[in-house]
């Protein structure tokens, strides 16, 4: 495996990064809301499918505030991986009823990834959807918070176009 590196994350990551919006992820995930009766086994399963990727060498992970990150914050509190993985996970999701991109939503998402993965802080933290209509500097303020706060080591946007 092949690794780089991300200024102000101290872990190399790896070239190949996992992302966990995948059908065992999301059984664990239901398992873990209690929405399967056989919580153990879809837990175990995710458990088994990360075990392979990290035994693979990847220790960067894609999650995202709707998806992954309760099976992955389970498997790196019982594997006591949280000093060896990187954490990217995204926030901000837009929903059927609204644009998600406000300062409450990115802190909101933002805090609640953080209880979800049990760590102090996210490696990489992405805002998962634009709101074209809203400026890039109102955005950045909240986003800055969190980095000031040092809850999050750096920033990045996912679906947004180059221009923005």
């Known amino acids: 495996m092949q690794y780089g590196h991300i200024d102000h994350v101290s872990k190399p990551i790896s ?3 996992f992302g966990t919006a995948t059908p065992k992820m999301f059984a664990a995930f239901r398992s873990v809301y209690g929405e399967a009766p056989d919580f153990e086994a879809r837990l175990q399963e995710a458990f088994q499918l990360l075990d392979d990727m990290y035994a693979e060498g990847v220790n960067c992970f894609d999650c995202s505030d709707h998806y992954g990150e309760e099976p992955l914050g389970e498997w790196l509190e019982a594997r006591g991986l949280h000093d060896k993985v990187v954490i990217l996970t995204k926030g901000a999701h837009h929903n059927r009823w609204r644009k998600r991109v406000t300062d409450f ?21 992405m805002l998962h959807r634009d709101d074209p209509d809203k400026p890039v500097c109102e955005i950045m303020e909240a986003l800055n918070e969190f980095v000031r706060a040092g809850q999050a080591l750096r920033l990045g946007a996912s679906n947004w176009t180059l221009a923005r």
């Open 15 to 17: 070239h190949i990064v």
């Open 105 to 125: 939503d990115i802190l909101h998402d933002a805090h609640n990834s953080l209880a979800k993965l049990k760590t102090n802080h996210l490696d990489i933290y």
